[in-house]
């Protein structure tokens, strides 16, 4: 028997575009013979799943769930808007969110995690799914987090149904004040992440490279002014701190209010909950941000069907 190599897996994928669970498995039942995985693929009807891989996915729900210190997001892709309304849909996502927690957060291990009732993994669930409703189904994406004391808050924007939609956000505090009033306050956190997407916690924490192309930016603009260059130097600095209040969520102006800090939110948060409050982290996902859409030409298509 060929030892099944990522190398031969890799082939596999490439030659029939199914999951990797599934070309893996595939292999194993063939003795690791290319041209026999193929075929034991088709008669499990992964094949024909595999024939719509390749279509763009840039549709589906983004899906979140929260257990005490911990909390997990997932982004399930479909192909057409009209699929996230499907209920078996829904429960996929639901049911990879809750996985996914259990996985923490680690997109393969979440792919390998055994899906309830089924016998299946969550990846062979997936293609499962896709063959059931006909297009193609993809998991991209997931992440966790978690603290040793205090809460993670969930937040999905505009949802289709709990804990699922188009935006979801997960923010972490750490603390050891009232956990009903951390809840509560993560939960506004999380709302003002999802409206105000920063990029950062801290001023520290602004990837370097960002910062130096928004500094040269600043300067070509400050230096067409026509100024002394000491000038110019304060000119930036100043647009510079104006930059951070817009990335850095402790620098960010409060959405609830849209006047004070949200680090004078999260002091007041701490007087409320009895003890310190510190978020140490936050994640924002949007369903298909990134992912490069097909743009069709729909008078070229009507043209083409009236035959023009």
């Not at 026999?36 to 899906?63: F, I, P, Q």
């Not at 026509?226 to 960010?252: C, F, N, T």
Request: with cysteine; proline share 2%; aromatic share 4%.
């Amino acid at each position: 028997m060929a030892e099944i190599t990522a190398a031969l897996v890799k082939e596999l994928r490439e030659k029939t575009g199914a999951g990797m669970m599934d070309c893996k498995k595939a292999l194993g039942e063939s003795g690791g013979d290319i041209e026999a995985a193929v075929d034991w693929l088709r008669k499990k009807g992964l094949a024909a799943a595999a024939k719509k891989a390749g279509r763009v996915a840039a549709e589906g729900l983004v899906g979140a769930a929260v257990e005490g210190n911990r909390g997990a997001l997932v982004e399930v892709n479909s192909e057409t808007d009209f699929v996230s309304r499907n209920d078996k849909f829904q429960g996929l996502v639901s049911t990879l969110a809750g996985l996914a927690l259990k996985a923490n957060g680690d997109v393969e291990a979440l792919a390998a995690s055994a899906y309830p009732g089924t016998g299946r993994t969550a990846a062979e669930e997936v293609t499962h799914l896709v063959a059931t409703i006909g297009e193609n189904i993809s998991l991209r994406r997931s992440v966790a987090l978690s603290v040793s004391d205090g809460v993670v808050a969930a937040y999905v924007h505009s949802p289709v149904t709990a804990g699922l939609g188009k935006i979801g956000v997960l923010v972490a505090l750490e603390s050891t004040g009232d956990k009903a009033k951390l809840e509560a306050f993560g939960k506004q956190v999380a709302m003002h992440v999802a409206a105000a997407r920063p990029d950062a916690l801290h001023i520290a924490d602004v990837e370097a490279s960002n910062l130096e192309r928004e500094r040269a930016v600043l300067v070509e603009q400050a230096r067409a002014s026509g100024k002394p260059e000491a000038i110019i130097e304060k000119m930036v600095d100043g647009r510079i701190r104006k930059y951070y209040e817009e990335v850095v969520l402790h620098e960010q102006v409060w959405v609830l209010d849209g006047e004070t800090k949200v680090r004078a939110a999260i002091e007041a948060a701490a007087k409320e909950a009895g003890a310190p409050v510190t978020v140490t982290g936050f994640v924002r996902f949007v369903l298909g941000e990134g992912i490069e859409k097909e743009q069709g030409d729909f008078a070229a298509e009507v043209a083409a069907t009236l035959g023009r």
